[in-house]
T-cell receptor
Framework: GAVVSQHPSRVICKSGTSVKIECRSLDFQATTMFWYRQFPKKSLMLMATSNEGSKATYEQGVEKDKFLINHASLTLSTLTVTSAHPEDSSFYIC???????????FGPGTRLLVL | QKEVEQNSGPLSVPEGAIASLNCTYSDRVSQSFFWYRQYSGKSPELIMSIYSNGDKEDGRFTAQLNKASQYVSLLIRDSQPSDSATYLCAVKRGGGSEKLVFGKGTKLTVNP
């Protein structure tokens, strides 16, 4: 069964609004989670590493003030897309490492459409 | 040189054939290697993980790792149309980093 969940699975919003996406690890704790973005027919792009109890680490070129990440507990990380614009429309996917080898399991993804 | 390279394909095989997917990586200290399958419009799903040289089999899937050649592959035996997807090779960097580096993926089509 699924080991990582995401909510919502799909969201449509107006330009200028903020959207929060939740990522939860199910039946295990994750001190680290990862946020990816994927545009149609393109490869996965790592946006940031979410760290429980400390600041997220952003990849080069990702605006930290636009993509706010909060890892408030050992099972929940949130990504907030602030002042969303149509170019932010994408498939956002989180992952969390589990087991001794820290195998990463992906959530089902959130499809964001900004009108 | 890109960190993780895959042939983007598309790779087309007939049903029942063996599909062979290849991946090379540049970071010699990499320790962990993964194959994910991604159906169109879905998130990646773990297929196989491999950590030591040699072969690892799981059902119709066999992962092969050769650290000396910095090469990892995935064989799919008795390919089925349901195997049609994009296969992503991922490598975990050494040095304590948990980040995965992904290849761009190989699109596989299995023809009935």
């Amino acid at each position: 069964g699924a080991v990582v969940s995401q909510h919502p699975s799909r969201v449509i919003c107006k330009s200028g609004t903020s959207v929060k996406i939740e990522c939860r690890s199910l039946d295990f704790q994750a001190t680290t989670m990862f946020w990816y973005r994927q545009f149609p027919k393109k490869s996965l792009m790592l946006m940031a590493t979410s760290n429980e109890g400390s600041k997220a680490t952003y990849e080069q070129g990702v605006e930290k003030d636009k993509f706010l990440i909060n890892h408030a507990s050992l099972t929940l990380s949130t990504l907030t897309v602030t002042s969303a614009h149509p170019e932010d429309s994408s498939f956002y996917i989180c992952s969390a490492p589990r087991d001794a080898q820290e195998t990463q399991y992906f959530g089902p993804g959130t499809r964001l459409l900004v009108l | 040189q890109k960190e993780v390279e895959q042939n983007s394909g598309p790779l087309s095989v007939p049903e029942g054939a063996i599909a062979s997917l290849n991946c090379t990586y540049s970071d010699r200290v990499s320790q962990s290697f993964f194959w994910y399958r991604q159906y169109s419009g879905k998130s990646p799903e773990l297929i196989m993980s491999i950590y030591s040289n040699g072969d690892k089999e799981d059902g119709r899937f066999t992962a092969q790792l050769n650290k000396a050649s910095q090469y990892v592959s995935l064989l799919i035996r008795d390919s089925q149309p349901s195997d049609s997807a994009t296969y992503l090779c991922a490598v975990k960097r050494g040095g304590g980093s948990e980040k995965l580096v992904f290849g761009k993926g190989t699109k596989l089509t299995v023809n009935p």
